[in-house]
């Protein structure tokens, strides 16, 4: 199963932040499915307390409307979205993300998003090694199979 395989690898092999949602854009959607350890260090948040919530829960007042809107028009005809923007953690401080989101494909339809973020404020050493478009396309090729 394509879901199972995945946040296998966002545990396993992946050293940055990785968000995984639902496909449904409208509200309650998207949901979030798993996110791994390096997005709990991001956010503060534990993936258990904020699975089934919205990444919605990021947002507060300096995040960009206009970003969010071409991130959910994008996502609806399932193109390749990246962006920066600002965010809030658990404890309400804010900082600068920067987000690729990929639909995941099964069989021509969209099933889930995955999205890997930085926060650029703090980009570890190691991870600027590889740009966050290419860290998509190594969980690609390790899961051996096209997620966009
Ligand atoms: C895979 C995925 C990851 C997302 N991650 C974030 C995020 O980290 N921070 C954020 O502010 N919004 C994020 N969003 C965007 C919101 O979930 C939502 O789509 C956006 O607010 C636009 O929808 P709305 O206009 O209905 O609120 C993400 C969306 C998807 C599909």
Redesign the pocket.
């Known amino acids: 199963m394509v879901i199972a395989r995945l946040v296998g690898l966002m545990d396993r092999a992946v050293c940055d932040p990785m968000?995984l949602?639902s496909p449904i854009?409208?509200?309650p959607g998207?949901q979030i499915l798993h996110t791994n350890k390096a997005f709990e260090h991001m956010t503060g948040y534990v993936a258990e307390d904020i699975r089934g919530d919205?990444?919605?829960l990021?947002?507060g007042p300096k995040?960009d409307k206009q970003i969010?809107?071409d991130?959910?028009d994008s996502?609806r005809v399932g193109r390749e979205f990246a962006a920066v923007?600002t965010?809030y953690d658990r404890t309400g401080e804010e900082y600068v993300?920067q987000?690729v989101?990929r639909p995941v494909r099964y069989s021509g339809s969209i099933i889930a998003?995955?999205?890997v973020?930085r926060n650029l404020d703090e980009v570890p050493v190691m991870s600027r090694v590889f740009s966050v478009g290419q860290v998509f396309d190594i969980v690609e090729k390790e899961l051996g199979a096209g997620l966009g």
């Open positions: 968000l949602t854009l409208d509200r998207p919205t990444p919605r990021f947002q995040t969010l809107c991130l959910k996502c923007a965010n993300v987000w989101i998003f995955l999205s973020q």
